[in-house]
């Protein structure tokens, strides 16, 4: 199972692009990189998935280079309600039902 | 748009007491989660359903835990004997496809409260 590192915290204002970055050294060939979102006191919300390139959809954009050691979550233009937890995780297309949740990172939106 | 539901949105029970909590996943789902979350931490998997059968559970999922799909819609996490520690959030899932490459679908979380 690939272990994904991202930033504990991010700060951004209202109107700005977020940029999280996402390392996932020993990726395997079959894992996917996912994104999934929690707000408080609510589950978490699935964002994106891509296997490489990029990937783009009305949320977010989803950039993973040529060798997929690492990925960047995109969110143009932040509004105070993406305040959230991003949470980047590694599953594979073949093995295992379970999606496993590192601690995310902590974004806070201000005005 | 179709959701996931749970109840009840928060629970307080004595330590040592069974609860239930419920989920009605999403109707043409076949594959069920249950994930927690004690406050502040990470959200864990606990157990995953499908065909009347759990398919994978963590180390958490333990004698004093089960899962039912007592009906065509409901989905049910069983804590037989609760203790302080079963204190969290408890998130039901529900999927189109086996694998953790399928978007998962999460309610809105049970809380409990052990006293």
């Known amino acids: 199972l690939a272990k994904t590192t991202q930033p504990i915290s991010m700060d951004s204002y209202e109107g700005q692009e977020v940029n999280i970055t996402c390392s996932h050294n020993?990726?395997?060939?079959?894992?996917?990189i996912t994104w999934y979102q929690q707000f408080p006191s609510q589950g978490p919300r699935f964002i994106i998935q891509g296997y490489k390139t990029k990937v783009t959809n009305e949320v977010a954009s989803l950039f993973i280079p040529a060798d997929r050691k690492s990925s960047t979550l995109s969110l143009p233009r932040v509004s105070l309600s993406d305040t959230a937890v991003y949470y980047c995780l590694a599953p594979s297309m073949e093995a295992g039902t379970a999606l496993i949740f590192g601690k995310g990172t902590t974004l806070s939106v201000s005005s | 748009e179709p959701e996931v539901t749970q109840t009840p949105s928060h629970q307080v029970t004595q330590m040592g007491q069974e609860v239930i909590l419920r989920c009605v996943p999403i109707s043409n789902h076949l594959y069920f989660y249950w994930y927690r979350q004690i406050l502040g931490q990470k959200v864990e998997f606990l157990v995953s359903?499908?065909?009347?059968?759990?398919?994978?559970k963590s180390e958490i999922f333990d004698d004093q835990f089960s899962v039912e799909r007592p009906d065509g819609s409901n989905f049910t996490l069983k804590i037989r004997s609760t203790k302080l520690e079963d204190s969290a959030m408890y998130f039901c899932?529900?999927?189109?496809?086996?694998?953790?490459?399928?978007?998962?679908?999460f309610g809105p979380g049970t809380r409990l409260t052990v006293l």
């Open positions: 899932a529900s999927s189109e496809g086996l694998s953790a490459y399928n978007e998962q679908f």
């Open positions: 020993n990726i395997a060939t079959n894992d996917y």
């Open positions: 359903f499908y065909n009347n059968e759990i398919s994978e």
